[in-house]
């Protein structure tokens, strides 16, 4: 302690850097991005480890790059993402640099959007070491001219660097065959998970030497089964994960890959294989019955036997995606949902889904029924209020994510539901379920009965203006009860007195989508999208939301990286004005059509919202293409602008 001038002065001593981790600790990544900025010590802290788990560093092939990955250098390890590459100078230079700075810290390198040539790559991979992932996704530069790793040298130089390698990705590439593919598996013989979605794999037939498969030598033009399950025989001891997506495997082919000697696949993506049949999922059930995960959505022909079968086989069975397999009915439903394993289902598209077994199978003891966590029943077009009262009682305790996009028999008695009983949801996505209105957001509804359940007898609950989680009385009549087709300030007093489930009871949310829901205003908007944590939010589509709406979601939802208001006439500057001095986090911001606004906003954005990254002002009148230059030249992390006829022109045409 010392006196100056009559004043006592404390030395406050620095907090232990320990402690300022443990603090930053309860923040989300937005917040310690901003809390990094205080001070050097603070920044120190942000990078400690523990908050170092599964990330990515992205950027593009540029000369500003370079000094990132120098930076880079200090961290015992490191995700990259490098887009854009091509085989100028200054993509060489980059590889090389990663190659110098990074070789043995690289656990992960992704290519997207990238021509690299065979020599630029080969210069790099006998660096990465310690890689344990590799994207090669669509890098048709590469394997267009059938030469890569054709030499031995650089085989064993690869090879001596792979040999840890855990997950191949090898999607989209149009130009894979049986000579490269084994020259580069064979650098891998530790292979845990390998995709081959949307490759041109001949399963039965080489239209090439218009012969069967398998045999001739191997083919230089395209990827044969025989080849593929070579690969998993000599590999099986580690292969758990295969994506097949989106080629034409037959149900033949996929028996072969089943009955693979040994091979326990622990994930399987089939999504978009049209050949598939029910009996090949059969076969697939019976000798692959340890599968975790199972994507066979849009598999047209499949049917509930396939359901059935799953049902039957796959007791460990933890995610399952059925979406758009249209011939799927509710048999075999309820089954599935016995399986006390499974966390996420899928039934988007679904479109003879009522919901009826899904809440059958639930029922069952609580032991022995699945504790769904995520569930996607997007336009599921026969989901009733019922089903979804239902589906929210038996799920309150797991559910975190729900999918209601475009049901629209969902209405107002299906949001308090939700809001009643599904309070730890972390996303909710109710977009053009038209008939959802503020009274719903608000927990008022008017009190109602369920619409008779033709199938179970069950007459469903008596929906009350406030039912809770005390259960459904008879309320005292409210000044609303007869209510006016719009809310009014009375009914929003009444409404902050109420002790209905509104949904802001839902505090947890990170994700809300309530595009299209057009009898939406800013009655409801202003009064309950209040979540602090929120970071995803789509308004588009809402004629009745003004700059009353934007200005709430300024205030009461800072957290925000991603907002969509195309097509919302009646925000214009003001509203933007009101909310971008409290949005610093935003990154993507959609305004298409919206014709009230200026190049006022942009020059706001500019000001305020200086980490966007992805701006769309298509269509808007009142928008200049001197504005967007402009805004493209201040905003130093902006990767996409749509601005198509912008000021009534359209620029595509010029």
Not at 61 to 73: H, K, N, V
Not at 126 to 140: E, I, K, M, Q
Not at 269 to 291: F, M, N, R
Request: charged content about 20%.
């Amino acid at each position: 302690m010392e006196e100056s001038d009559g004043e006592d002065i404390i030395e406050t001593p620095e907090l232990p850097l320990e402690i300022i981790v443990y603090i930053l600790s309860f923040l989300h990544a937005s917040d310690r991005k901003d809390a990094s900025l205080v001070c050097h010590r603070w920044h120190n802290a942000s990078q400690d480890l523990c908050f170092q788990k599964n990330v990515t560093f992205s950027f593009p092939a540029s000369a500003s790059s370079l000094e990132l990955i120098r930076g880079l250098g200090r961290k015992s390890h490191c995700s990259l993402k490098i887009s854009q590459l091509d085989g100028f100078s200054i993509s060489r230079s980059l590889l090389l640099e990663v190659g110098l700075c990074l070789g043995s810290k690289v656990e992960s390198l992704a290519l997207p959007g990238s021509s690299i040539t065979e020599a630029s790559l080969l210069s790099l991979l006998p660096r990465l070491t310690s890689l344990r992932r590799l994207d090669l996704r669509g890098l048709d530069s590469l394997f267009m001219s059938g030469a890569f790793l054709s030499r031995e040298e650089h085989r064993q130089q690869v090879r001596s660097a792979l040999c840890g390698l855990e997950e191949l990705d090898l999607s989209d590439l149009r130009y894979l065959s049986d000579l490269t593919f084994n020259r580069l598996t064979g650098c891998t013989p530790r292979l845990c998970r390998l995709s081959l979605a949307g490759c041109h794999i001949a399963f039965e037939f080489d239209p090439y030497r218009g012969c069967p498969v398998g045999t001739v030598e191997d083919s230089s033009a395209l990827l044969s089964l025989r080849n593929l399950k070579r690969l998993l025989t000599e590999q099986k001891s580690t292969l758990v994960a295969l994506d097949l997506s989106r080629t034409s495997i037959t149900p033949e082919s996929l028996r072969t890959i089943a009955q693979v000697e040994d091979l326990q696949l622990k994930e399987l993506y089939l999504q978009g294989c049209k050949e598939l049949t029910d009996y090949s999922v059969e076969i697939l059930v019976k000798h692959q019955p340890g599968l975790l995960k199972l994507d066979i959505s849009g598999c047209t022909e499949l049917t509930s036997r396939s359901v059935d079968a799953v049902a039957r086989g796959l007791k460990s069975l933890t995610h399952l995606s059925l979406s758009r397999d249209w011939k799927l009915t509710e048999k075999g439903l309820a089954d599935l949902l016995s399986t006390s394993s499974l966390r996420s289902l899928d039934l988007s598209e679904c479109l003879h889904i009522s919901g009826t077994e899904l809440v059958k199978g639930l029922k069952g003891s609580s032991a022995a029924r699945a504790q769904l966590e995520t569930l996607n029943l997007k336009s599921c077009t026969y989901i009733r209020d019922l089903a979804v009262f239902s589906l929210t009682q038996l799920l309150g305790d797991s559910l975190r994510e729900l999918d209601l996009t475009s049901c629209a028999n969902v209405t107002d008695l299906s949001v308090c539901a939700i809001a009643t009983y599904l309070q730890k949801l972390v996303v909710l996505r109710l977009g053009w379920c038209k008939e959802v209105t503020d009274w719903g957001l608000l927990g008022m509804v008017q009190k109602t009965q369920c619409e008779h359940d033709e199938e179970t007898g069950d007459k469903g609950p008596r929906f009350t203006r406030t039912f809770g989680n005390m259960g459904f009385f008879k309320p005292p009549r409210m000044p609303f009860e007869e209510r006016p087709k719009l809310v009014t300030q009375t009914d929003l007093q009444q409404f902050k007195q109420q002790a209905g489930a509104s949904l802001l009871a839902l505090k947890r949310l990170q994700e809300l989508d309530l595009s299209g829901c057009e009898k939406l205003t800013d009655s409801s908007i202003t009064q309950v999208v209040h979540y602090p944590d929120l970071q995803r939010l789509s308004l588009s589509m809402l004629p009745e939301i003004t700059d009353a709406s934007l200005a709430s979601i300024g205030r009461h939802c800072r957290s925000i990286t991603s907002l969509a208001l195309s097509q919302c006439p009646g925000v214009t500057d003001r509203g933007v004005a009101l909310a971008g001095p409290h949005l610093h986090r935003l990154q993507h911001l959609y305004l298409s059509c919206c014709n009230n606004i200026t190049d006022r906003s942009l020059f706001l954005l500019m000001q305020h919202c200086k980490r966007l990254k992805t701006v769309d002002v298509s269509r808007c009148n009142n928008i200049s293409v001197t504005a967007v230059d402009l805004l493209q030249s201040q905003l130093p992390f902006l990767e996409n602008v749509h601005y198509r006829f912008i000021g009534g022109t359209d620029l595509t045409l010029m």
